[in-house]
């Protein structure tokens, strides 16, 4: 029985190994791998090796894996990528797995410089992917440092910038909290939104030359070919959309594009070797299949794959809404807490404030009480020497007989009793008048005494409807779409013919930033805020054509329909005159 062979498999985020047989073909073992990862959306993606003269190839799926140019080694080593893009992710990616998968590449290809972004667009990327790492921004969670170990920006934009790590992660977090809400696969799929505008995204780079032998670089992507000068691959000079092709075909290093216009010349240029024509030629057929596929109804299969990931959607979304009323309910219910504990404290101040007045009050009363005893107890002596004197008036009266001695005596005693009884009635009116005054302050005393008390009764009794309720819980498919029948060793492919015109793409399209004002907005913002911190002396070329192409008002869809215009006769003798 022959001996299995070792294969490990490495997709973008993940090392997949397997044993397979020396007849494995390609097909069975990129079955294997999408089997494994629960990958449907198999038409985009494929394998790619490094073959024995060091250059990356894709794994033809038709042929037995160890028959194709695979650098020996143990285990044999495959990267798992995307080969074709979407023309707009929005529309065309339904899986969360077919999502993830393009926003790890694409995310590394923007970080690596492959795809050139601009500095304020790489800022809001950056924080669209912490949302889609760490979820809502929370303050006791997301203290400063916490992106400390995240590469989130392209090396050229950080070294551009007079900013230390600290301000980076500031301004990402900024508008990483403006994110709030959004589910981390609407975070993934925004990033990419914003990144399919980038000149670059998607496109794969051939070097070329005419028949004058200008060097040049030929751009195959979703949307057609593009030709770009040796020094701009920002801004194609040439374009021609899928649907002006009719034949594709190559001898040799010779390559050569036959229009669908009968009238124009065929479009020639020369690779530097025979291999980068076949590939050439696998990515113009994978492309303008699935042109061709966007432009039909869709299969069984995939109107499937849509209804039961709209389904899902659903479920999640309806399962995302309870949550947040759960959690919404919960940090109301918190929030309560707080202003009732708030209220409490308050309430207990209030209530020491009220004891005091109390306690004052009480002192009060029993010094009044106390007064009016004062008071009781003079009134009772006044009375008794009233006596005394009316007795000795009567006496006086009695006594006119007596000698004159003896009444003088007892008129000095009498005028005596008099002054003495003249002083207790002033000191009597005068402690009636502190009565009076006195008796007012207690029945003030008592009225707060009473407020006191209820103040102390409310205080400590809450209210019914004050009571917190506990909350409750806050809580395969192994069509391959024909995508790799390329028949290796044949050098010429007719595409299919169009029954109706069909329309460019491109000249209907507009950018995310153009036709979203807040994103304009931030862009805009984000532009501003990074300029005065720009050290102009770091700028790159590509830095220098991005902005020049923002001064002329392009963009990289502005700039396809001004390259595709005209018929093909036109543009091919512009080639040709490159």
Known sequence: MPKPVNVR????????????????????????VVKTIGLREIWFF????????????????????????????SPLQFKFRAKFYPEDVAEEIIQDITLRLFYLQVKNAILSDEIYCPPET????????????YGDFQKDLHAPGFLANDRLLPERVMQQHKLSREEWEERITNWYGEHRGMLREDAMMEYLKIAQDLEMYGVNYFEIKNKKGTELWLGVDALGLNIYEKDDRLTPKIGFPWSEIRNISFNDRKFVIKPIDKKAPDFVFFAPRLRINKRILTLCMGNHELYMR????????????????????LAKQQEREKLQREIAAREKAEKMQA?????FRSMQQEMERRQGELSTAQDTIRKLEEQLRETQVAKEELVQQQQE???MMIRLEESKNLEAEERARLEEEINSKQTEVAEIVSEVQRKEEENRQLQQEME???????????????ASTTPKHHHLQEIEGASDDDDDDDDEKMTNGDTSRDLMSYDDDVNDPVNERITLAEKN???QHQLRSLKEDLANTRDDQAETTMDKIHKENVKQGRDKYKTLREVRKGNTKRRVDQFENM
Not at 56 to 62: E, R
Not at 297 to 306: G, L, R, Y
Not at 339 to 343: D, K, L, P, S, V
């Open 122 to 133: 790489s800022v809001l990327l950056a924080s669209y992917a912490v949302q889609a790492k």
């Open 339 to 343: 202003e009732y504990e708030e209220r």
């Open 46 to 73: 494929g394998l790619q090796y490094t073959d024995s003269k060091g250059y990356q190839t894709w794994l033809k799926l038709n042929k037995k894996v160890l028959s194709q140019d695979v650098k020996k080694e």
């Open 9 to 32: 498999v490495t997709t973008i985020d993940a090392e997949l190994e397997f044993a397979i047989q020396p007849n494995t073909t390609g097909k069975q073992l990129f079955d294997q």
């Open 444 to 458: 003030e005393a008592r009225r707060r005494q009473d407020e006191a008390s209820q103040a102390l009764i409310a």
């Open 294 to 313: 966007r432009r039909k109804p869709d299969t069984i299969e995939v109107q499937q794959m849509k209804a039961q990931n709209k389904e899902e959607k």
């Open 517 to 519: 004002e807040r994103l």
């Open 389 to 391: 004197l009316h007795e």
